[in-house]
């Protein structure tokens, strides 16, 4: 018999290891009920309670990530600013070449 080992999401573990500890049903009535092996179920569950934590202690990382990306965006707006600037007054100055747009 040749089987492959499936490959679940985060999300469907996520919702299994909650469903484990609500326990609302045993682990093979969850077993049964989502197709996996009640010792994945307490892995699963175990994992998702070590790690609880980290979810309230840092931001989450897309408005992180926001907050760079406009941060970044307002230093490269300011740098086109200057830049745009400096090659106006040394055009003015003689020391650089008159651009062609």
């Known amino acids: 018999m040749n089987t492959s080992r499936k490959k679940h999401s985060a999300a469907f ?6 469903e484990a500890i609500r326990e609302l049903e045993t682990l093979s009535e969850l077993s049964k009920r989502f197709g996996v092996h009640p010792h994945m179920i307490s892995l699963w569950k175990r ?3 070590s790690r609880s934590p980290e979810i309230f202690s840092t931001k989450a ?37 008159p651009s062609k747009k």
């Open 13 to 18: 573990k996520a919702q299994v290891a909650i």
């Open 47 to 49: 994992e998702f309670l």
């Open 61 to 97: 990382p897309d408005q992180e990530a926001e907050k760079r990306e406009k941060a970044l965006f307002e230093k490269i707006g300011r740098l086109e600013i200057e830049m745009d600037f400096c090659k106006r007054a040394s055009e003015k100055l003689g020391t650089l070449k």
